[in-house]
């Protein structure tokens, strides 16, 4: 049982490029979650989803879109990207639509860095 | 507004006992989760509390007051494998989820 998988583990981007954080889980969980995690910061979520085909904005979701096409895959998008979007990227999921209340598994994380 | 406090460090004694307190401002509290986070690793759950009191889970204990606005995070007979950092989150009315910066815990031999 994998979990959860992200990819690419790390990505260094120019500026001003688009990109798409991978994310993929095998639990069948209703909802998914991207943080950006920054030193000094707690996690911070940038777009949710509690069921395939809907998704929200979290607290940071300017700059970023995502999509939930199916229970499985669930990617971040960035449009074009700038230097304070360096950061390390989690995908979580959970069983829960009521995400509040309920355990969340994280991926391994991405780390980008944006120059 | 909403936040969350805990040490940004602290350091402890190998086969030791060491208590990581949490201290809460959250509209319409709905319970308080804490985390482990391995240096470069991703975030694993350790432990839920909703309700007053003690949660006992091997090593680990959490304790929540609602009243206080407070939790604690009690892990005993410390093994090097404890060093990480432990992240406080609490939940709000509408179950989103406030995560502390997280206290780094560093374990002495």
């Known amino acids: 049982i994998a979990g959860i998988t992200q990819a690419p583990t790390s990505q260094i981007l120019a500026a001003g490029r688009r990109m798409t954080l991978r994310c993929t889980q095998d639990?069948?969980?209703?909802?998914m979650y991207w943080y950006r995690q920054d030193l000094g910061l707690g996690l911070r979520l940038i777009h949710y989803?509690?069921?395939?085909?809907?998704?929200g904005k979290g607290e940071v979701p300017d700059g970023y879109s995502v999509s939930r096409a199916n229970t499985d895959d669930f990617p971040l998008t960035l449009a074009s990207a700038v230097p304070s979007q360096t950061s390390v990227y989690f995908c979580?999921?959970?069983?829960?639509?009521?995400?509040?209340?309920?355990?969340?598994?994280f991926g391994p994380g991405t780390r980008l860095t944006v120059l | 507004g909403q936040n969350i406090d805990q040490p940004t460090e602290m350091t402890a004694t190998e086969g030791a006992i060491v208590q990581i307190n949490c201290t809460y401002q959250?509209?319409?509290?709905?319970?308080l989760f804490w985390y482990q986070q391995h240096a470069g690793e991703a975030p694993t759950f350790l432990s839920y509390?909703?309700l007053d009191g003690l949660e006992e889970k091997g090593r680990f204990s959490s304790f929540l007051s609602r009243s206080k606005g407070y939790s604690y995070l009690l892990l005993k007979e410390l093994q090097m494998k404890d060093s990480a950092s432990y992240l406080c989150?609490?939940?709000?009315?509408?179950?989103?989820?406030?995560w502390g910066a997280g206290t780094k815990l560093i374990i002495k031999p």
């Open positions: 989150v609490s939940t709000d009315s509408n179950y989103q989820l406030i």
């Open positions: 979580a999921s959970s069983d829960s639509r009521d995400f509040g209340t309920d355990t969340q598994y």
């Open positions: 959250t509209s319409g509290f709905n319970g």
């Open positions: 509390n909703v």
């Open positions: 989803s509690n069921t395939a085909g809907t998704t």
């Open positions: 639990m069948r969980h209703n909802a």
